[in-house]
């Protein structure tokens, strides 16, 4: 697929671990293939990393730790401003390499890249004020804390997001002066060893991130090794159980960022073209691959017919295509198991009683060159009931499931009946109801008369089986860090023996 962007294809072909502040091939002769979403094509074999491999990774971050932990938490925030200038002078190379590794419209990845730059400038900018406290305590004896990094942590992503999961893991992890090894999923390793270029341009030390390849194994063997301090991972469930499970034996932090299935409340008083972008917006965005995205769409039964009206006008008007072109809107799903993944959920939702309101097949677009990738039109279904399948499970496409409420009680003990909690949203112009509501969800996220947006100052991370821990905002550095306490007595010791 032609970009019209330089060094696009140069970050397919070089190696794609980095390890010590170079790129490399790892000794083992284990690979994966990796496609381009856009056009089925198989682009090349990745080497996947093993125990040796990995030993010698964190074998480097450990030596790095040693000296990067000692760095002033300003001098360490100097680097990362730093890097964050550097994305923002290669954005456009880092979009289309993105765009190349998922699939997804070049206006989003444009966003998503924007998007961490802003990250590692907030982490550059506010960690010389991450300090411990003061505690004044009798007899004018004190007591002061200091905030330490963990040592050496360990990044393992989901594709979604490739140069986001990096981004948002490593610059709270730097920041705090912690190293890390970071694992792109292998669906999308491109991006995350470009940024460890930029970080060593940006002045970072060698060795302090560093990036591998691989699949489970490799994942695996990171999560259980010894040396790793901390895990911060972001994907499914069962992943996220088994990784925490893993961490368990050596007692290692963990974050956990996992899947969901939002609700999206929209009442009878909503703005209702408001109500509909935001509920596109909590669906179709990313061809669905968004974990926070608000798949249950409880709509109040009197305004249902007017909300599907505008609803499938809308999204008639979606550009599905070449996800290089400016105008496309709704890119390539990231696989061909993952687009089957879906059609087979829609199959499933039709066989338990939901009704195909629009879309939800295979698109094949006109340009030859693209007649292999994984397109799909978006999916609207009516006609839901809470305990289906495709009102119950994440399936992480665009499907969008509408269901009808009558009053507010009725529809957020609905809302809540879910083992995850990761994000909702209220659309209503009763600003009463509207924080009445909020309360009463059990989610980490809300919106209020919008969806899907993330400010880079404000913490994400989910309730019950979604997730443990955040990322974004300040309260991330406390979970990067550790507390020392020192007690200093000024008086004499007062002992009973
Ligand atoms: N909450 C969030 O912030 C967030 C953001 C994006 C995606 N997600 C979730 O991610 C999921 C989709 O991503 P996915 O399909 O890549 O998820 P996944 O759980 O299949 O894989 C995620 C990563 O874990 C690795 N892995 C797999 N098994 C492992 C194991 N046993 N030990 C260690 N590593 C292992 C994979 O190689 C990959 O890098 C969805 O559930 C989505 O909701 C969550």
């Known amino acids: 697929m032609s970009t019209g962007i330089a060094g696009t294809s140069k970050q397919v072909q070089t190696p794609l671990n980095y390890v010590g502040g170079q790129r490399l091939t790892p000794s083992c002769s284990d690979s994966f293939n990796l496609f381009s979403p856009a056009t089925g ?15 010698n990774v964190v074998d480097k971050a450990r030596e790095a730790f040693h000296s990067w932990s000692r760095e002033s938490p300003f001098n360490r925030g100097k680097i990362l401003k730093k890097a964050a200038d550097i994305i923002r002078s290669r954005s456009e190379e880092l979009a289309r390499t993105e765009v190349l590794d998922t699939g997804k419209p070049i206006w989003e990845a444009r966003y998503d890249i924007e998007g961490c730059a802003d990250t590692i400038e907030y982490y550059g900018g506010i960690i010389a004020n991450h300090n411990g406290d003061f505690i004044q305590v009798e007899g004018g004896s004190f007591a002061y804390t200091i905030r330490e990094p963990l040592g050496v942590v360990g990044g393992i992503g989901a594709w979604n997001y490739p140069f986001q999961m990096a981004s948002w893991k490593s610059a709270p992890a730097l920041a705090c002066g912690n190293t890390m090894v970071f694992k792109p999923s292998p669906l999308t390793p491109l991006t995350a060893v470009m940024l460890g270029e930029i970080y060593q341009e940006a002045g970072l030390p060698d060795g302090c991130y560093n990036v591998i390849q691989g699949e489970r194994e490799t994942g695996e063997i990171l999560s259980s090794h010894p040396d790793i301090d901390k895990i911060t991972f972001t994907g499914s469930v069962p992943t996220g159980s088994n990784i925490m499970a893993a961490c368990a034996k050596d007692i290692k932090h963990v974050t956990l960022e996992l899947g969901g299935k939002s609700p999206l409340i929209i009442f009878a ?18 061809q669905g691959q968004v974990c926070s995205n608000g798949t249950r769409v409880f709509v109040e039964k009197s305004i249902v017919k007017p909300f599907l009206e505008k609803l499938v006008e809308r999204t008639k008007a979606m550009v599905i295509g070449n996800p290089n072109n400016e105008d496309t809107t709704v890119g390539a ?28 097949e295979r698109v094949k677009p006109s340009d030859s060159s693209l ?18 399948r495709v009102v119950q ?13 009558d009053c507010e009680d009725e ?35 809300l919106y209020v008369n ?14 019950k089986k979604s997730g443990l821990g955040r990322e974004n905002g300040k309260d991330t550095l406390d979970y990067y860090s550790q507390i020392k306490s020192v007690y200093v007595e000024m008086n004499d010791v007062d002992c009973p023996y």
């Open 333 to 360: 799903t990231i696989s061909q198991e993952q687009a089957e993944c879906v059609l087979k959920y829609i199959q499933i939702g039709q066989s338990e009683g939901a009704k195909i309101y629009y879309g939800g």
């Open 393 to 405: 499970e994440e399936i992480f496409g665009a499907v969008m499931s509408v269901l009808t409420f």
């Open 41 to 55: 094509e198989k682009l090349r074999d990745v080497p996947a990393s093993n125990e040796k491999d990995i030993q």
């Open 411 to 445: 529809v957020v003990s609905r809302a809540n009946n879910s083992e995850f909690g990761l994000a909702g949203g209220v659309f209503t112009k009763d600003l009463s109801r509207a924080h009445r509501v909020v309360r009463k969800m059990e989610t980490g996220s």
């Open 450 to 463: 919008n969806y899907n947006i993330y400010p880079v100052g404000v913490p994400f991370g989910g309730y």
């Open 269 to 286: 008083d909503s703005n209702l073209d408001n109500a509909v972008k935001g509920a596109m917006l909590a669906n179709f965005s990313n």
């Open 371 to 388: 007649q292999n990738g994984y397109y799909l039109k978006p999916c609207i279904l009516t006609d839901c009931q809470d305990t289906m």
